[in-house]
């Protein structure tokens, strides 16, 4: 078993977050590829970023909610890979349909101008869909691994923190005002404030439109909390990972420790570190260094300045490349310490959009550690 199979398979449940940019969609696709060519055991990949690099990834010509099998018979894979993405509206329509009490609650929601918006246009509607999707896959799927491909740091944080955020929607102050009816509206002394404002704003006809629309949707709260809650289990449970993908140098390291400060807050388990486009460390070699040296010597200036038609411009572009390579240099030696748990994939100009390419990189991956604390 490869390094980064071994890293990874400790969980069944393994979230691939980080900044944007730095190969997460690439990363996790490779580590979905390697484990299912390694092992006879059944993988999903998903992706909740809406992004949707994921398809590229594998050269899917299309992905969608339902899971796609991908072809690994060219790398002769001993386990099954699947794949999916999320479909917004679509995931929102199964919500309704599946969870509205009645049919005639069931026709209005969907029916309403302002479930259309939600559903489709309304950015934080995406991480509740993405709940209930994640919901569905980690509870009753048949996979002995799924790898979810999550949206840039921040995104990623609010989705993993939506289900709390639903409860907390169902509970609040706002959404028992705005169910409140109309008949009560008028004697209550605590709501009658709130809706002569919200009239004067909005319109006395587009309140009670939104008014309606979220009585009818407050009737979906007892399923949907209950999915909520288990979510929140799962994230938290012992078979559940993070991979924190970073690139060598730059905001994304920051960002990276960010992460798994924000992560380790919320009780979750970092599996492991992920450094991706990293530079061989064969490259940091006495003969790079003597050839370093002599284009920042008189006769590298002058070559290169011929080059650039200007002795200035070359000075100053040898003395960055230097600097560049002290910088990465250092980086190197510095990175993941012994027993700190770091997986390194190397910098690479092969196009990654294909499961043969992938698997090529994963199979370069270089260890140092491994912080499972899987226990």
Known sequence: MSEAVRAVTAFERLFVVGAGGVGKTTVGAGLAIATAVELDVSVLVITVDPAKRLQSALGLDHLDLRPVRVPLEGLGAKGRLEAASIDMKRTWDGIIRRWAPTDEVRDRL?????????????????????VEVLAEVL?????????VDTPPSRNALDILDAPRRLI?????????????????????????????????????????????????FATLAEPLTERSRRLEQVLVAPETGFAIVSTPLGPSTREADRLEAALLDRGLRVAVRIVNRCWPPEDFSPAAEQALGWLRSPEGIEVLGRELGDDGAAARVAAELAGLYAELEGAWAARAPE????????????????PEALWSLIATARIRGVTSEHE
């Open 139 to 147: 509870e009753g799927g048949s996979w002995d691994l799924v790898i």
């Open 110 to 130: 969907l029916a309403s101008p302002i479930y259309e918006h939600l559903s489709s246009r309304f950015i934080g509607s995406y991480d509740y869909a993405a």
């Open 339 to 354: 027993g700190a748990g770091s997986l390194e994939l190397p910098l690479t100009d092969a196009a990654l959009t294909s």
């Open 168 to 216: 907390e929607f169902f509970r609040s102050a706002l959404l028992k005002l705005l169910t409140l009816p109309r008949r009560a509206r008028a004697f209550s002394l605590a709501a009658r404030p709130f809706f002569v404002v919200a009239e004067a704003v909005l319109g006395s006809a587009f309140l009670e439109d939104v008014t309606e629309f979220f009585a009818d």
